[in-house]
C-alpha cells in the first residue's frame, strides 16, 4: 500500500496570487486534507468515548489556521525534507490547539464553541479535562517520534507560555489595575506562542538559516498578538451567530482585554465607576453588557483594540521582507489580513 501522504502534491502554490483566504485555502487544500485524514487515523483510542469526543472536537469546524501557517512557513523557506513530518507536525500543533480550548472553555465556563454548545455541557467537565489531555499526550507522541530535539523545545516552550499566560489572566481577571502591557503578555503567551511556534516549526524542518527562522518566529508571534487583540474587539462588536460564541463573555468572566481597558481608561470618572461596578458584579446580565457596550462605542474602544491588532499585523508582514517574493509570501500576507479583517 502506497503511504498514506504519497499523492498529495508539494508546492500547490506555484504561480498562485490570492485575492483572499478562501483561494488561499483552496490552493492548499490537498495538503490541508492530509492534515484532516491524518488527524482522523490519531486518534484511536482503545476507550470508545474519547475517540468520540475527540473526533466530535476536531471536526466541529476549526479553520485549521495553526497547520496552514506551518505548512506556508516550510514552503517559504523551501522545505525539501519529508512532507510526511510537516502533515505530522501540522496534525500535532492542531491537536495541542484543540486540547487547550477544551481546557480553556472549563476554566471560563464557556457555554458555545464554533456554534455548538460546548463539550463542558455535552460531556461534562471531567470528560472535557481528559480528551484534552488525550489530545495532548497525542501531540507528543507524534513529535517525539521525529527524534528532533530543535522541534520538541520550541513546542514545550509554546505549551509552557500557554498555561502561564492563562494562569497570569486568571490572577489578573476583574482586576481594573491591569495595564495594557499586561495585557499584551496575556495574549503575547497564551494564544501567540503556538502561532508562533508553528511558524517557526514549518522553518526548522526544512533547515533554513536561523535569521529565517527567527524572522518567520517573530511573524506568527505579532500575528498570534493581532489575532487575540481582534478575538477580544468582536466579543463585544460580532454578530454572536457568526462568531459561533458568546457575546461578551470576557466581560462576565471578569477578563479585562483591550477593549475593556481603554474603556477604563477614556471614560470619566462617573463612568468607570459604572464600568468597575459591573466588571465586580460579574452577574452575566444582558443590561449590563449593553451599558458596556454604548459607552465602547463612544469612546471607540472596540475601534481601538482594532488598530492595535492591525499594528501587530504591520509588525508581522515586515518580517516576511527577510524572505524573496513568492506566492508563498503572499499567502502569509493575505492570511495576515484576514486575522484583523476577518468577523468570526
Ligand atoms: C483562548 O482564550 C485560550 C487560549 C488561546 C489558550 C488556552 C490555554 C490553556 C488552557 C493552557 C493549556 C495548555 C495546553 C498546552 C494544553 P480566550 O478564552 O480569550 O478565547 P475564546 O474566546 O476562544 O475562548
Ligand atoms: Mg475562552
Redo the contacts with the bound molecule.
Sequence with gaps: MPPPFANVPRLAASTASFANIDQVWDVYREELHAVEQHIARSIDSRVPVINHAAGHLLQSGGKRLRPLLLLLSARLCKNQGSLECEIVLASAVEF??T???????V??E?AL?RGHETARLHWGTKARILV??YL?TRAIDQVIRLGNSEIETTLAD??RK??E??ML?FSLHHNVNITENDCLTI?DN??AS?MSAACALGAILSGTAPSNTAALTRFGRYLGIAF?TA??AL?YAAHQEKLG?TIG??LY?G?I?LPLLHLLSTCDPAERSIVERVIEHNDDSAQDLGVIIRLMERYGSVSYALDRSRHFVSLAMEELHAFSPSPHRDALEIVADYVVSRDH
Design positions: 495541542i490547539h486540547a487547550a480550548l477544551l481546557h480553556d472553555d476554566l471560563d464557556a464553541r484534552g489531555d495532548y509554546a505549551c500557554m498555561v499566560g492563562e489572566q495574549i497564551k494564544t503556538l487575540q478575538d477580544d466579543d460564541k463573555k470576557d468572566e477578563k482585554t
